[in-house]
Structures are given as structure tokens and as C-alpha cells.
């Protein structure tokens, strides 16, 4: 079972430039904008968490209000925890293989219940060297991409010990690529600071 | 410097830009690097654009503040620091003009004039004292150290041979330190023999020491520096004597002297109509060499009234003119008889290569300033004329030594209504025909004549406020326009613009201190001082006279 140790998510969805897995514990997703990887027998996929949802498995059953307490509730229905399940969606920023590790997307997608694991101090470094992760999240656009630039962008500066300097290269980036929505690049700047 | 040492010298340089755009016509344009500072970049500094094969040596002209889009004027960012810093170089960047003067190509040693332009992003870099020294040259005895580029120590030289075959300017508002720029010059013509020098001195500041009220102490000018090179002479010897000055000779002037064109060019200060002219015309013409004088020995009333009927003039008008011309005789350096011939003296100490220094003491009024000037002036060139005639029939091509005389308030000789009377005005235009060249100080270089002051070779220009005046201390020299923004920019004291025909490229200098100067000038006067650097610049580490 050692693969399982760190396990955080299984995917379950998967495409090109997203993935989507179920978290190993309800209510315990990885944090938005931080960075995850899976590891398939072709390599690894890596990913920045880009949103997080918990809901009933049923789909044609909603989870319903009770009007109590937390612990009372989890006293007096102990089934619902097993009816809910919490999952994250993935964008992936890049992949590595055989030792190397390359800003851009990999040439298939991961496995279907692969297992996703957060990324170590050392990868987060690696990955966010090159700021075209920047680009890669900017590209989105069906999610708030300012929330979650900035997001992923505080997530990497505390993985590297809270850089400042970085913080700061990382502004410049998304200000000289958001040239066309100078809005949009200052409400990520505002962000960061 | 070898081109591989030329290769290594541009490693070292920093990168202040990179080329954008451009036109030989226009200048160019170059985008800040990100790692530059806009605030150290001030207008006039002297920088290096590398081309591939040629280096092109420039000055700044104009610094701006460029926005990519137009979002970022509108809505200013909040004041993090990273907002600010974020958009520095991405959204809002800083762009140099720059108007390259000279080129060098990398295999050569000469630098020429600009005759095309680098590519797309060439290097614009800083200077290096290397490039100063390949474009003014190494300071040497015919090589002046005035001053450095700004922000830099190496010297810019005065080419003093090339300054002495025109005439030139000095102008700069009152309070920029234009009486010391010229003691410094007048210093390195002496020192270097590249002329003799006779030096109209209104205020007493060019012979013997002045009081410097910046930095509230004497200033030590030319006779301390050079001694017996040097002659004082003054029309006033009781002001001399209380200033401790021990003049060479006392300058008389006799009233047979003064000629008709010489008070007409005193017509404002002696208050003489325009038709007033023809009449004292007429006075030379009847009353022979003595007019003047007898023409005021004349009684008011009957004598004057007879005269005029006699000679068809109109009595009262004559009359005036009269009452007008008898100031002169206030004037006690204005002898009835010639006691001591001033003239002679003057011309015979500068043909041996003296220096001669007019003191004017307190007759400072610009009357007598002027028509002392302008008769000694017009003898002594007409001298000039006649040895340069003598010389040239003997094959003596050197001869007469090259004069300089420097004038003050030059307004006052060059006007336009007076430029073509007065002998300046002919000096000034004849050019270097009989060997002698103006040095022209002013503060009003705008109430010069055009014609004139087109013909200053080169121009020592300190700080001038009215548009005018700028305009007027450029005349005639290539990219006056875009030249003018740097004269905008200069500091009220000790930044001059140096342009003109014994500079290779216009530039803007930090002058050299002026004590330290003096000290070096004058220790080695006395031959204590010797060197590769004859004028001891700013890191010659010696400390100055007290």
C-alpha cells in the first residue's frame, strides 16, 4: 500500500488540460491553488487544484437541510457521511518523465483512477521556475481566473518560504500578460500583496 | 585603444537601453532596461550606442514616460509598491531620445560624423572615460581641460588651437560663474601660447584677484597666476591702488583720438540723435584731427551759431550735440594732449606675447568702457592689419601672433544698429584674415547682431532663462533646436554647454572647480607642477591654495 501513502484524490474525469478526482477524505480536498501531480506508469501529470465541490453521490439526490449542530448531527445521522463526497478539479500546468520536467502539457492525459498526491516543496520550486504556469491558468475561461492566478501564485511563494522576489516576477508576468485588461491584472496584483 | 581592448571595455559598460526607433533626422529612440533607473538618466549626460560595426556616440536629449495601455494613465494603480512595480517595464516603460553625434568605426581609432544610424535594439551604454578621451582628446598643451561629462570624471578639452582661429562666445545669465569660465580660459590661452589676450575688463576681475561672493573669499586671477606674462594697465590708477593692484601703465587716451564713428556708436549713452551723426561728419571733416576737442572749446551761443551758419548745419541741433559731447570731458582718462601713447605700449607688449589687462577701475559706466574699448580696439587692429600685410610680403606666415580680445556687455558693441559701425562688428566678420579673434561675454546674447554672432566659432554657454537668449547663443549652429533642451536644463552654476568648431560634438560639462585650477595653473607657472595632465583635472588629488 505504499502508494497510497500521501494519496489526497483519485481521478475520475480526465482530459488533456484538466483533470477531476474524488478527494481520499470528505471535507478534505487539497487547498484551491495549490499544486497536485499524478502519477501514471507514463509519467507524472502535474496540476493546479482549480476549484472544489462537495456533494451528494446521487446525483438525483440532493443533500437536504437538518437544522442542527455539527456534532449532533454526525451523532444522529452517521450514514450521511457516506452519502457525500467531495471532489477537485485539476488544470494541468505540465508533466515530467524519466527525471525531466517540462512546462507544458503532457502527451496523454493521466489514468482513470490514478492517485493524486500534492506536490513536495521541492517540485512546487521546479514547477514554478518558469512562470508559464502564469500563462497556462491565465488561459482559462470558464473559472475565476484572477482568484485562482493568485491563488496559485500565493500557494508557490509559501512553498518556497514565503519569496518575495518571486511574488514580485510573478506580478510582472501577469501584468505584461493581462497588457490588454489592465483591471484584471491589478485585481491579481491586489491579490498578492 | 585597440579594438580587442575596445571589445572588452564594451563588456564592462552598463546597459542603460536599447535602440527602439529612429532617424538619422530625428535622433533616436531607445526603451530603458528594466534594471535602469529613469531618475539617473538626466538630460544632456554623454552615452554609447553600439551598433554592430560602428560606435555612435550620443547625448541625451529628452527622457518620457510611455504607458502600453492607455487604462494605466486612466486609472493610476493603488500605491503598493507591487502594483507599481509590476507595471514598471510591462505596461509602463521609460524611452530616451538620443542624438548621435559622432561614430567610430570599431577598427579605427578617428571618430567621424554621424552618416547612419544603429539597428534595431543596439546597446545603448554608459560612457567610459576611454570614449570621452577618444572624442575630446587627452589633455595636453594645446588641449584644455575644462570640465567633465556629467556623472563623469574624464576630461573634456577645449582644442585651443582650433578655439583661437574664430571669433567665440561666452554667455550665461548673471550669477552663473561666466566671469570665472572666462579666467579659465583666458588662463589656458595664456599657458598654452595659443594667443595673446587683451582683455577689456569692466569689473576688474581679470588682472589681479576678485572677491567671490559664493564662496566669500579672493579669487586669484591671471597677473598671480602668470605674473610678467601678464600686464595690467588701468584707466583708473587711484581705484587700482586701493584694490592693491600695482598697475604696468596707466592708460590715457587723447581727444584727437576719438573719431566720429566712435561717439556714434555712443549714441544711447551720450544720448545722440541719429541726425546728429552727419553733424559731427562734418566737424571731423572741417576741423581736421583736433574736432572734437575744439569743437567743445567752442562757446555756447555766438561761436557755436557762427559755426553752424558757415558750415550749413542747424543751430540748434549743433548746439545739442554740444551739450551732449561735453560729458566727455568728465572723463579723466580723456587727455587734451596725448602725455603717454597708451596704444603703442598696448600693441608693443602684445607683439613681444604679453597679455594685456585694461583695468577700468570705477569708470565702469559703459561709456567710457565703450569708447576706450572701441578706440584702442580700432588702433590696434589696424595695427594688426599692418604687421599681418608686413608679415605676409616677408613670408612670415606666423606673424602677428594670434590676438584674442575679449570684450564684456558685448551686446552693447554688436547690436544690430551698431555692429557695422563698431570695430567688433568688423572683427568679428573678417574672420581670422589678420589674425585677430573676439572672445565675446554677455548675458544678452539675443541683443547681438545675427550676422555676427553666426560667425562665433564656439560657444561656452551657461544657464540663460529667456528664449531669446537661448536661441541667440546657438545661432548658426547645426541642431540648435534640439540643442536648446539641453541649455534648459542646465544647472544655475558651474554646467555649461560646450558647442562649436573646437569641440568635436556639443556637450554639456560639470566645470572644473575653479580654485583647484588656478593652483594647478599657478604651480606650474613656477614650474612645481609637472605631468601628462597639464591641467591637473578634478583626481589630480591636489589640494588648493588657501
Known amino acids: ?193 | 585603444m585597440t579594438s580587442g581592448n575596445g571589445q572588452r571595455v564594451a563588456f564592462e559598460r552598463k546597459t542603460i537601453a536599447h535602440v527602439i526607433q529612429g532617424s538619422l533626422l530625428e535622433g533616436l529612440v531607445a526603451r530603458l532596461a528594466d534594471d535602469a533607473d529613469v531618475e539617473d538618466l538626466r538630460v544632456g549626460r554623454f552615452v554609447v550606442v553600439e551598433g554592430v560595426r560602428n560606435r555612435f556616440f550620443s547625448s541625451v536629449h529628452d527622457v518620457k514616460l510611455e504607458a502600453a495601455n492607455l487604462a494605466v494613465l486612466k486609472a493610476p494603480p493603488p500605491s503598493l509598491d507591487l502594483a507599481r512595480t509590476s507595471l514598471a517595464g510591462t505596461q509602463t516603460y521609460v524611452t530616451v531620445e538620443l542624438k548621435p553625434k559622432l561614430m567610430l568605426e570599431r577598427s579605427e581609432n578617428e571618430v567621424h560624423p554621424v552618416k547612419t544610424i544603429p539597428g534595431h535594439f543596439a546597446r545603448v551604454a554608459e560612457a567610459t572615460d576611454e570614449d570621452v578621451a577618444l572624442v575630446f582628446g587627452e589633455p595636453g598643451d594645446t588641449m584644455m581641460r575644462l570640465g567633465s561629462p556629467l556623472e563623469m570624471e574624464a576630461a573634456v578639452c577645449l582644442d585651443l588651437e582650433r578655439f583661437v582661429e574664430r571669433s567665440n562666445g561666452v554667455f550665461g545669465k548673471t550669477g552663473t560663474g561666466k566671469s570665472f569660465l572666462v579666467r579659465m580660459v583666458l588662463a589656458g590661452l595664456v599657458r598654452s601660447r595659443a594667443a595673446v589676450n587683451l582683455v577689456f575688463d569692466m569689473h576688474n576681475e581679470y588682472g589681479w584677484e576678485s572677491y567671490d561672493e559664493e564662496t566669500r573669499r579672493s579669487a586669484p586671477s591671471l597677473k598671480q597666476a602668470f605674473d610678467a606674462e601678464v600686464l595690467i594697465f588701468t584707466l583708473d590708477p587711484a581705484s587700482s591702488a586701493r584694490r592693491k593692484v600695482t598697475p604696468d601703465f596707466e592708460v590715457h587716451v587723447a581727444f584727437r583720438d576719438v573719431e566720429a564713428d566712435d561717439l556714434a556708436l555712443l549714441g544711447r549713452e551720450l544720448n545722440i540723435r541719429d541726425a546728429q551723426i552727419p553733424a559731427m561728419w562734418r566737424l571731423s571733416e572741417v576741423l581736421g584731427a583736433d574736432w572734437l576737442l575744439e569743437f567743445l572749446s567752442m562757446a555756447p551761443g555766438d561761436d557755436l551759431n557762427a559755426f553752424a551758419d558757415a558750415n550749413g548745419l542747424h543751430a540748434g541741433s549743433l548746439a545739442a550735440l554740444h551739450r551732449n559731447l561735453s560729458r566727455l570731458r568728465k572723463l579723466p582718462f580723456l587727455k587734451e594732449t596725448g602725455t603717454d601713447d597708451s596704444v603703442e605700449r598696448i600693441v608693443k607688449a602684445l607683439l613681444a606675447g604679453k597679455h594685456v589687462v585694461l583695468e577700468f577701475g570705477r569708470q565702469t559706466s559703459l561709456l567710457a568702457y565703450m569708447l576706450v574699448a572701441n578706440i584702442l580696439t580700432r588702433k590696434i587692429h589696424g595695427r594688426w592689419q599692418t604687421e599681418k600685410e608686413t608679415a605676409v610680403a616677408e613670408g612670415r606666415h606666423n606673424d602677428p601672433p594670434q590676438l584674442t580680445i575679449t570684450i564684456e556687455e558685448a551686446h552693447k558693441f554688436l547690436s544690430p544698429e551698431t555692429s557695422s559701425q563698431s570695430i567688433f562688428g568688423e572683427i568679428a566678420r573678417e574672420m581670422r584674415k589678420y589674425n585677430v579673434g573676439l572672445l565675446v561675454v554677455d548675458q544678452r546674447p539675443s541683443g547681438i547682431d545675427e550676422e555676427v554672432r553666426s560667425q562665433l566659432g564656439t560657444r561656452i554657454i551657461a544657464a540663460l532663462d529667456d528664449e531669446r537668449d537661448q536661441h541667440a547663443a546657438l545661432a548658426g549652429l547645426p541642431d540648435a533646436t534640439a540643442m536648446r533642451i539641453l541649455l534648459n536644463n542646465l544647472e544655475p552654476k558651474k554646467q555649461v554647454l560646450l558647442a562649436g568648431y573646437a569641440l568635436p560634438m556639443p556637450i554639456v560639462i560639470d566645470v572644473d572647480d575653479y580654485y583647484t585650477f588656478f593652483s594647478n595653473v599657478r604651480r606650474q607657472a613656477a614650474g612645481a607642477l609637472t605631468g601628462a595632465d597639464p591641467w591637473a583635472g578634478r583626481g589630480g588629488g591636489s589640494a588648493p591654495d588657501a
Open chain 1, 1 to 193: 500500500m505504499s502508494e497510497m501513502n500521501g494519496m489526497i484524490g483519485e481521478v475520475v474525469q480526465a482530459s488533456t488540460t484538466r483533470f477531476r478526482a474524488i478527494a481520499a477524505k470528505v471535507f478534505e480536498p487539497p487547498r484551491f491553488g495549490s499544486f497536485v501531480k499524478v502519477m501514471s506508469a507514463g509519467g507524472r501529470t502535474y496540476g493546479v487544484v482549480a476549484g472544489v465541490e462537495t456533494a451528494s453521490f446521487d446525483s438525483a439526490r440532493r443533500a437536504m437541510a437538518f437544522g442542527m449542530p455539527w456534532e449532533q448531527l454526525i451523532r444522529e445521522q452517521p450514514q450521511l457521511m457516506e452519502l457525500i463526497q467531495t471532489e477537485f478539479d485539476t488544470v494541468v500546468i505540465g508533466y515530467g518523465a524519466e527525471g525531466s520536467l517540462h512546462h507544458f502539457l503532457p502527451p496523454y492525459p493521466p489514468r482513470l483512477h490514478d492517485f493524486v498526491s500534492a506536490c513536495s516543496p521541492t517540485e512546487v520550486a521546479a514547477l514554478t521556475d518558469s512562470l508559464e504556469f502564469v500563462r497556462t491558468l491565465a488561459s482559462l475561461r470558464d473559472s475565476p481566473v484572477h482568484e485562482l492566478v493568485s491563488a496559485a501564485i500565493r500557494e508557490a511563494s509559501l512553498a518556497r518560504g514565503g519569496d518575495d522576489a518571486f511574488v514580485s516576477e510573478a506580478a510582472r508576468a501577469v501584468a505584461e500578460l493581462f497588457k490588454d485588461d489592465y483591471d484584471l491584472a491589478m485585481s491579481i496584483v491586489r491579490r498578492l500583496s
